[in-house]
C-alpha cells in the first residue's frame, strides 16, 4: 500500500493505467495483447483486459481474488498499486466533489477490453437493467454498454437481438438442448468492422462469435445472465447470478428488434461535436447514455485541446501515437496505452507526433444532475 505522499505525486498530471488482464472462461486474448503491445500475442484466456475500474471481477469457472478486476497504476517509484488507493486518498481531486459525494472512491464506470479468440465465441446473454438489478441483485447499476471495435479477424460476427417475437416457452426449450445454433437463427446477425461503434441496451439478448476485439465502456457489474453452459468450465445454474432461471429469463427482451432501430440506433454513427485544428471530436452514443457513461472519440490531425472542465475520464489511444501536453509537460501516448485524466487537472492539448491521424476514445463517467 501506498502512502499518501506517494499518491499525491500522481495529481496534477495524467495518469498512466497499468495492465490489468486475468484468466476469463472464454478463449482469446491474442488482439488483446497485440492492442496493448504485450510480447508474443497468443490465445490464452486472457480474454479482457479490465481498464478503468473499481469493480472485482467474478468469473464463473475461474479463481476470483478480492482485488481481481481493479485497476492499477503505477508509482514514480515503480510500485504498483491499486487506482482505488488514490481515488480514496484524493477522491475530489480526482473525481470531483460532485461525483465524489455520490459515488465516494467508485468510478461509477467500467471500461475494458474483450477479445474472442479462434473457435471461440461468448455465450448467447444479456444483462440485468438497474431496476432489475435495484430489485434481485442489490445493486443500483446494471449494465448497460458500448461496443467500439479495435480489432477483427476473418469472419468475425456478432448476434443482437431478436428479428421475431420470441416465446418464453421456446427459447427456454432451446436453452435446455443447448441449440445454439436455433437460438443464432433467431437473431440479428451483424459483421463489426474496425471503428463500428454500437450501443447495447440493458436486456438486449446478443452472442459474439470468434475474431472481435472490443473496446467496452459500460455501467460498473459483471452481470452476465449466460444461456449457455456446454463447453465452458461452469454449470448451468452458475450463469443465472444466483437467481435460478426462472427470475433470471424475466430480465431479457424477447420482442423483436425492428431493422431500423438496430441499423439506426443500436450501430452508431458518430456525431460531430467539435472541430480544431483539422482535428475532431465526435460524440459515440445517444443523449439517454449519459445516465450510464459517456464517450467520445478524438480524431487528431495535428493537435486538438481538452478543456479542464469535463470532470475525470480514461483516454484509450486506439489509432497513432502522440502526446499530452500542458502544465505538467509532456507525457506520451500511443495504440493501446490509457490514461486517466483526474478532475482536477488543468486544460491541456492532444498532439499528434506520427504520420497517420491519433485516435483517442474518452470514457466519462455518468452525467449528474444539477
Not at 302 to 319: E, V
Amino acid at each position: 500500500m501506498a502512502s499518501k505522499e506517494e499518491l499525491k505525486q500522481m495529481l496534477g498530471a495524467p495518469i498512466h493505467l497499468a495492465p490489468n488482464t486475468y484468466l476469463h472462461f472464454y478463449n482469446g486474448g491474442k488482439l488483446r495483447a497485440e492492442f496493448v503491445g504485450e510480447p508474443d500475442p497468443k490465445d490464452d484466456f486472457r480474454s479482457e483486459e479490465w481498464i478503468f475500474s473499481t469493480n472485482r471481477a467474478i468469473t464463473p469457472g475461474r479463481d476470483n481474488p478480492p482485488d481481481k478486476g481493479f485497476s492499477r497504476i503505477e508509482l514514480p517509484n515503480g510500485e504498483i498499486v491499486l487506482l482505488k488507493e488514490l481515488l480514496e486518498a484524493f477522491p475530489e481531486e480526482t473525481m470531483g466533489k460532485k461525483h465524489a459525494e455520490k459515488y465516494g472512491s467508485d468510478l461509477g464506470i467500467l471500461v475494458k477490453i474483450f477479445d474472442v479468440g479462434d473457435d471461440a465465441h461468448i455465450p448467447v446473454h444479456w444483462h440485468p437493467s438497474p431496476e432489475f438489478a435495484s430489485k434481485y441483485l442489490n445493486s443500483p447499476y446494471g449494465k448497460n454498454e458500448a461496443w467500439v471495435v479495435i480489432g477483427t479477424r476473418p469472419g468475425a460476427k456478432a448476434w443482437i437481438g431478436w428479428r421475431e417475437n420470441v416465446a418464453v416457452e421456446d427459447f427456454r426449450k432451446w436453452m435446455e438442448a443447448q441449440d445454439v445454433e436455433t437460438m443464432h437463427q433467431h437473431m440479428h446477425e451483424i459483421i463489426p468492422k474496425v471503428g463500428d461503434v454500437i450501443f447495447l441496451r440493458d436486456s438486449f439478448v446478443h452472442s459474439l462469435g470468434s475474431g472481435l476485439c472490443i473496446l467496452e465502456p459500460q455501467e460498473p457489474t459483471d452481470w452476465n445472465i449466460l444461456a449457455e453452459w456446454e463447453g465452458f468450465p461452469y454449470d448451468k445454474e452458475d450463469g443465472t447470478l444466483g437467481l435460478g432461471w426462472d427470475v433470471a429469463l424475466e430480465a431479457a427482451d424477447f420482442t423483436a428488434m425492428p431493422l431500423d432501430y438496430l441499423n439506426n440506433y443500436v450501430k452508431r454513427t458518430p456525431e460531430l461535436l467539435r472541430e480544431e485544428n483539422g482535428s475532431r471530436e465526435d460524440v459515440l452514443v445517444p443523449e439517454e447514455a449519459r445516465k450510464y457513461f459517456w464517450l467520445t472519440r478524438l480524431t487528431v490531425t495535428n493537435k486538438l485541446s481538452m478543456p479542464a472542465d469535463r470532470g475525470f475520464y480514461c483516454a484509450i489511444t486506439t489509432q497513432g501515437e502522440g502526446k499530452l501536453v500542458g502544465a505538467f509537460g509532456e507525457k506520451p501516448i500511443k495504440r493501446g496505452k490509457s490514461v486517466f485524466i483526474p478532475a482536477s487537472l488543468p486544460a491541456y492539448e492532444f498532439v499528434n507526433t506520427g504520420d497517420k491521424p491519433l485516435e483517442v476514445v474518452c470514457c466519462y463517467p455518468p452525467e449528474i444532475p444539477d
